[in-house]
């Protein structure tokens, strides 16, 4: 038996040596940054095998005598990930721990090599493989689009390409008799991306889910240390790993999770780290989560892991790789409406808003901060009230959106997250909060939802809440108590989001639910900057445009223009009088506009003069015409630091417009300055035809380095575009 188990797993290798050569040949036909068409995901299940593989990365299992990954490779680079056999999830059910698949026996941990292993055995107690299905990809979010977004990614665009395995366990032990546990892959047409979770169907008594692990990969090494800590040691960087599952109020992904840990492997003895404490073994799941009781006939969905295939170190390739991501697995988030930030007293302001975006091109108002819309009243009146603006703002072709705040405040000692160390109100992420499970947490999603149904209001901005808030409440109806109040708020919170999604409401979060179906977050600001002068203001926004486009489209940050007075300063902060600063104005509009990003005109009215209004209803025209390059992935040229010339290009390979540049001048004196512009993502080549905002056309051609150099001349304070075809 042994001897016919290694030659069955050295043919498999044989062929496997043999699929790579052949996807190292299709790999080489194209940068799928570029262009993506040829690299179509399949899914193959043949004798004692299963491959999924779309010619950029490919993972392997084999079925006997379970399932076990044996292969994960980047087939761009043609890197090994794995280094060791390990379970394709571990799941804690009633504190006790069970491996899902994977097979036991490997001695030398430091590379995989099946010919000499031939003693890989199961234990009695790991879930063993039953049976595999092929399906199509689906949506994680039944999105409903009502605004903007670029053609490729319209509301028409639903199935997702590509395909899903689905791998089914069962366990020979009589306690858990009847509970299935599936593993899904989806792996997707045109990039190194696989996205994998884990599913609990219960036919069994009820159980109480500790942990699930839905992804654990020992994975090689990117350095070696004969000594050092986890902690002083690079992690993983030929893999990116993302979680639906992330909150920090950072605006920012990495420092966001709560899922990745990269942990150490005390049994990979040949490691060079004399103490074993290499961080080569990762392992996907949340710190404080499920910690829930499923019941008979239930069912539970793990977070969602989306592991990409890095293939370079470059911050710029790896930031478009991750962009990319995004635009093909939650594309709702290429919607990019323009909205102004009203501050209302009264109905009649709201209606001269309306009337001001028809005036100008803006396409819909967001009740600030401030105003005198309040959700949370449920009666006849407001309902009614704000159906009628609703229906104004609708007949003119404008959105209606509004502000709720959820955290940052206190409700009553019975509703609000419980502190575990006091007992009592507090220890939310900004000191008190109310808790999503609490019956006023409850009645809050319902009122909101009720809104949204009845006013037929597009738009949702919300202000919390902060999901690290763990509530130690035991009276809460939303969860029973502190081992699943994190959870089960993500879920209330999640739910609520998607409810909205399915009625067409774009949704701007304050935190990292992009994958669960929000639409937008800070670019990322410092709120007392904007009661800094306006000049200041716009040198730091041009540097929070740079900085935080690496890893987000422009589509998924706001920016923010004071047109009153927010968070203090003076006369010198804002926009008001508005024909008074209308040079200030417009230099803020266009570098908002030319990064694509949306900013909160926050104030009562967009413009207070005729002049005002042709300068920002042009602003807007020109920003309409080019809306699709606009709205393309962000490279920059030269971050923004006030003495010398900054600026930054969109590229779009796909589009007519391949490459639009916004270059900028701080200083008071034109300057003239030969640039070299990079082309390769533009998938430009030979020679570029550049036409600039003052109607000359040149051609350059692209040297060997896949760059341009133009000569030109940027007026003091000011700006110039000019578009790449």
Same mark, same amino acid.
């Given at each position: 038996?042994?001897?016919?188990?290694?030659?069955?797993?050295?043919?498999?290798?044989?062929?496997?040596?043999?699929?790579?050569?052949?996807?190292?040949?299709?790999?080489?036909?194209?940068?799928?940054?570029?262009?993506? +068409?040829?690299?179509?995901?399949?899914?193959?299940?043949?004798?004692?095998?299963?491959?999924?593989?779309?010619?950029?990365?490919?993972?392997?299992?084999?079925?006997?005598?379970?399932?076990?990954?044996?292969?994960?490779?980047?087939?761009?680079?043609?890197?090994?990930?794995?280094?060791?056999?390990?379970?394709?999830?571990?799941?804690?059910?009633?504190?006790?721990?069970?491996?899902?698949?994977?097979?036991?026996?490997?001695?030398?941990?430091?590379?995989?090599?099946?010919?000499?292993?031939?003693?890989?055995?199961?234990?009695?107690?790991?879930?063993?493989?039953?049976?595999?299905?092929?399906?199509?990809?689906?949506?994680?979010?039944?999105?409903?689009?009502?605004?903007?977004?670029?053609?490729?990614?319209?509301?028409?665009?639903?199935?997702?390409?590509?395909?899903?395995?689905?791998?089914?366990?069962?366990?020979?032990?009589?306690?858990?008799?009847?509970?299935?546990?599936?593993?899904?892959?989806?792996?997707?047409?045109?990039?190194?991306?696989?996205?994998?979770?884990?599913?609990?169907?219960?036919?069994?008594?009820?159980?109480?889910?500790?942990?699930? *692990?839905?992804?654990?990969?020992?994975?090689?090494?990117?350095?070696?240390?004969?000594?050092?800590?986890?902690?002083?040691?690079?992690?993983?960087?030929?893999?990116?790993?993302?979680?639906?599952?992330?909150?920090?109020?950072? *605006?920012?992904?990495?420092?966001?999770?709560?899922?990745?840990?990269?942990?150490?492997?005390?049994?990979?003895?040949?490691?060079?780290?004399?103490?074993?404490?290499?961080?080569?073994?990762? +392992?996907?799941?949340?710190?404080?989560?499920?910690?829930?009781?499923?019941?008979?006939?239930?069912?539970?969905?793990?977070?969602?892991?989306?592991?990409?295939?890095?293939?370079?170190?470059?911050?710029?390739?790896?930031?478009?790789?991750?962009?990319?991501?995004?635009?093909?697995?939650?594309?709702?988030?290429?919607?990019?409406?323009?909205?102004?930030?009203?501050?209302?007293?009264?109905?009649?302001?709201?209606?001269?808003?309306?009337?001001?975006?028809?005036?100008?091109?803006?396409?819909?108002?967001?009740?600030?901060?401030?105003?005198?819309?309040?959700?949370?009243?449920?009666?006849?009146?407001?309902?009614?009230?704000?159906?009628?603006?609703?229906?104004?703002?609708? !007949?003119?072709?404008?959105?209606?959106?509004?502000?709720?705040?959820?955290?940052?405040?206190?409700?009553?000692?019975?509703?609000?997250?419980?502190?575990?160390?006091?007992?009592?109100?507090?220890?939310?992420?900004?000191?008190?909060?109310?808790?999503?499970?609490?019956?006023?947490?409850?009645?809050?999603?319902?009122?909101?939802?009720?809104?949204?149904?009845?006013?037929?209001?597009?738009?949702?901005?919300?202000?919390?809440?902060?999901?690290?808030?763990?509530?130690?409440?035991?009276?809460?109806?939303?969860?029973?108590?502190?081992?699943?109040?994190?959870?089960?708020? *993500?879920?209330?919170?999640?739910?609520?989001?998607?409810?909205?999604?399915?009625?067409?409401?774009?949704?701007?979060?304050?935190?990292?639910?992009?994958?669960?179906?929000?639409?937008?977050?800070?670019?990322?600001?410092?709120?007392?900057?904007?009661?800094?002068?306006?000049?200041? !203001?716009?040198?730091?926004?041009?540097?929070?445009?740079?900085?935080?486009?690496?890893?987000?489209?422009?589509?998924?940050?706001?920016?923010?223009?004071?047109?009153?007075?927010?968070?203090?300063?003076?006369?010198?902060?804002?926009?008001?009088?508005?024909?008074?600063?209308?040079?200030?104005?417009?230099?803020?509009?266009?570098?908002?506009?030319?990064?694509?990003?949306?900013?909160?005109?926050?104030?009562?009215?967009?413009?207070?003069?005729?002049?005002?209004? +042709?300068?920002?209803?042009?602003?807007?025209?020109?920003?309409?015409?080019?809306?699709?390059?606009?709205?393309?992935?962000?490279?920059?040229?030269?971050?923004?630091?006030?003495?010398?010339?900054?600026?930054?290009?969109?590229?779009?390979?796909?589009?007519?417009?391949?490459?639009?540049?916004?270059?900028?001048?701080?200083?008071?004196?034109?300057?003239?300055?030969?640039?070299?512009?990079?082309?390769?993502?533009?998938?430009?080549?030979?020679?570029?035809?550049?036409?600039?905002?003052?109607?000359?056309?040149?051609?350059?051609?692209?040297?060997?380095?896949?760059?341009?150099?133009?000569?030109?001349?940027?007026?003091?304070?000011?700006?110039?575009?000019?578009?790449?075809?």
């Amino acid at each position: 038996m042994l001897l016919k188990k290694y030659f069955s797993l050295s043919l498999i290798f044989l062929c496997m040596s043999a699929i790579n050569v052949i996807a190292q040949n299709v790999s080489t036909k194209a940068d799928w940054l570029i262009d993506n +068409k040829a690299f179509k995901a399949t899914i193959v299940i043949k004798d004692n095998q299963i491959t999924i593989d779309n010619g950029l990365l490919r993972r392997s299992f084999i079925v006997s005598p379970n399932i076990a990954c044996i292969d994960f490779t980047n087939l761009s680079t043609h890197q090994q990930l794995i280094r060791s056999i390990e379970p394709e999830a571990v799941v804690v059910f009633d504190n006790k721990t069970y491996s899902v698949g994977g097979l036991s026996g490997q001695k030398e941990k430091a590379y995989l090599n099946l010919n000499w292993e031939p003693n890989l055995h199961t234990n009695e107690s790991d879930f063993y493989y039953t049976n595999s299905t092929v399906t199509s990809i689906d949506s994680f979010v039944n999105y409903n689009a009502q605004t903007w977004m670029p053609e490729a990614y319209g509301t028409k665009v639903k199935k997702f390409k590509g395909q899903q395995l689905v791998l089914a366990f069962a366990s020979k032990l009589p306690a858990l008799k009847g509970i299935i546990v599936k593993v899904h892959y989806n792996i997707y047409d045109g990039l190194p991306l696989l996205c994998k979770w884990v599913s609990i169907e219960n036919g069994n008594n009820s159980i109480h889910i500790n942990r699930v *692990m839905n992804e654990v990969l020992g994975l090689v090494e990117e350095e070696s240390a004969v000594v050092g800590n986890p902690e002083e040691m690079k992690k993983q960087y030929g893999i990116y790993i993302e979680t639906n599952y992330a909150f920090n109020n950072s *605006m920012r992904y990495d420092i966001s999770d709560h899922t990745t840990h990269w942990e150490i492997d005390s049994s990979y003895t040949s490691q060079v780290n004399y103490n074993y404490q290499t961080p080569c073994l990762l +392992k996907v799941y949340p710190d404080k989560a499920p910690g829930i009781d499923l019941a008979p006939n239930a069912q539970f969905s793990s977070v969602r892991t989306f592991e990409l295939l890095m293939d370079s170190y470059d911050r710029t390739r790896r930031g478009l790789m991750i962009k990319k991501m995004y635009r093909t697995v939650a594309p709702w988030v290429t919607q990019n409406p323009i909205f102004m930030h009203l501050v209302s007293k009264n109905d009649e302001e709201v209606k001269t808003a309306i009337d001001q975006c028809v005036a100008t091109g803006f396409e819909a108002v967001i009740l600030s901060f401030g105003s005198h819309l309040n959700m949370e009243d449920s009666t006849a009146q407001n309902i009614n009230r704000w159906k009628l603006l609703a229906d104004y703002a609708h !007949q003119r072709n404008i959105l209606l959106g509004g502000y709720s705040l959820f955290s940052s405040r206190t409700i009553s000692p019975e509703h609000d997250v419980i502190d575990a160390k006091t007992g009592k109100p507090g220890g939310a992420f900004f000191g008190n909060a109310p808790c999503f499970g609490s019956r006023w947490g409850l009645n809050y999603r319902d009122q909101i939802i009720r809104f949204y149904q009845q006013t037929h209001f597009d738009i949702w901005e919300n202000d919390g809440p902060y999901p690290g808030d763990v509530c130690a409440s035991s009276s809460h109806p939303g969860h029973k108590g502190l081992d699943d109040a994190q959870w089960t708020q *993500m879920n209330i919170q999640k739910g609520l989001y998607q409810t909205l999604n399915k009625m067409g409401v774009y949704i701007n979060a304050p935190d990292w639910y992009f994958l669960d179906g929000t639409h937008k977050i800070a670019v990322g600001y410092r709120e007392v900057n904007f009661s800094l002068s306006r000049e200041q !203001q716009i040198i730091l926004n041009r540097q929070n445009i740079v900085d935080g486009t690496k890893e987000k489209i422009p589509s998924m940050g706001w920016g923010f223009v004071p047109l009153t007075k927010y968070q203090g300063g003076g006369p010198e902060a804002v926009l008001e009088p508005l024909q008074d600063h209308i040079k200030d104005y417009q230099q803020l509009m266009v570098q908002y506009f030319g990064a694509g990003i949306q900013a909160c005109y926050r104030g009562p009215r967009l413009y207070d003069t005729e002049t005002t209004r +042709k300068m920002v209803s042009n602003t807007i025209d020109w920003y309409k015409k080019y809306r699709t390059i606009l709205n393309a992935d962000i490279i920059a040229l030269r971050r923004a630091d006030g003495r010398d010339w900054d600026g930054w290009m969109h590229v779009d390979p796909s589009g007519a417009n391949k490459a639009f540049v916004m270059l900028f001048n701080p200083t008071n004196a034109p300057m003239t300055k030969t640039l070299t512009i990079p082309m390769y993502y533009t998938g430009l080549t030979g020679t570029v035809n550049c036409n600039d905002d003052l109607g000359v056309t040149n051609n350059y051609k692209i040297n060997t380095d896949h760059n341009i150099q133009m000569t030109v001349t940027i007026p003091a304070s000011g700006y110039r575009w000019l578009v790449l075809k």
